[in-house]
T-cell receptor, first 111, second 115 residues
Framework: RKEVEQDPGPFNVPEGATVAFNCTYS??????FFWYRQDCRKEPKLLMS???SGNEDGRFTAQLNRASQYISLLIRDSKLSDSATYLC????????????FGRGTQLTVWP | DVKVTQSSRYLVKRTGEKVFLECVQD?????MFWYRQDPGLGLRLIYF???????EKGDIPEGYSVSREKKERFSLILESASTNQTSMYLC??????????????FGNGTRLTVT
């Protein structure tokens, strides 16, 4: 079983739509959780960390469910510039510095 | 702002050549990583290093080696390049234990083609 699993999509949504991505992780000892964003032909960049109580950054909301071992990302009022691949990333407690990446979910926002 | 610099953006090499990919970071980060990224497979960890002269195998180390002689520099070596090593190679660095305060910072990648 893969460490981190995501629906690859693609998700195609109109501008202004709300879209949600889920991600599951296999190791219950995982301690840190992130969403990274990767634009076409560019390197991944940190979008936001995911905290146990859930957190929001503008139009983006991240949630963590430890009991079910899944993480979600909600994007409200989608913009054309949100088109990218979103990577779910997890760190296990025993792996100093090492992060485990999902394969990514592709989002296209159309006008 | 953290800067991770990879020496080449595009590289074309022949089968059997020895290939060096260089990566330098300017933030005194302890941890450095080499990933490759392929369509449908996502990011896969090749090697990583927690300190100078230290190295650890990732998930796909076969056919690769690394060198970390200085803290800011982490080199990936393809001992004898093969066509299945054609890929996008991404270097990254981080400070600390990889928690919320120490995310990965990536270089902009080297697209290697082996013919």
């Amino acid at each position: 079983r893969k460490e981190v699993e995501q629906d690859p999509g693609p998700f195609n949504v109109p501008e202004g739509a709300t879209v949600a991505f889920n991600c599951t992780y296999s190791n219950s000892a995982s301690q840190s959780f992130f969403w990274y964003r990767q634009d076409c032909r560019k390197e991944p960049k940190l979008l936001m960390s995911v905290y146990s109580s859930g957190n929001e950054d503008g139009r983006f909301t991240a949630q963590l469910n430890r009991a079910s071992q899944y993480i979600s990302l909600l994007i409200r009022d989608s913009k054309l510039s949100d088109s990218a691949t979103y990577l779910c990333v997890v760190r296990r407690g025993s792996t100093l510095g090492r992060l485990y990446f999902g394969r990514g979910t592709q989002l296209t926002v159309w006008p | 702002d953290v800067k991770v610099t990879q020496s080449s953006r595009y590289l074309v090499k022949r089968t059997g050549e020895k290939v060096f990919l260089e990566c330098v970071q300017d933030m005194d980060h302890e941890n450095m990583f080499w990933y490759r990224q392929d369509p449908g497979l996502g990011l896969r960890l090749i090697y990583f290093s927690y300190d100078v002269k230290m190295k650890e195998k990732g998930d796909i180390p076969e056919g690769y080696s690394v060198s970390r002689e200085k803290k800011e520099r982490f080199s990936l070596i393809l001992e004898s390049a093969s066509t299945n090593q054609t890929s996008m190679y991404l270097c990254a660095s981080s400070d600390g234990i990889g928690d919320h305060n120490s995310p990965l910072h990536f270089g902009n990648g080297t697209r290697l083609t082996v013919t």
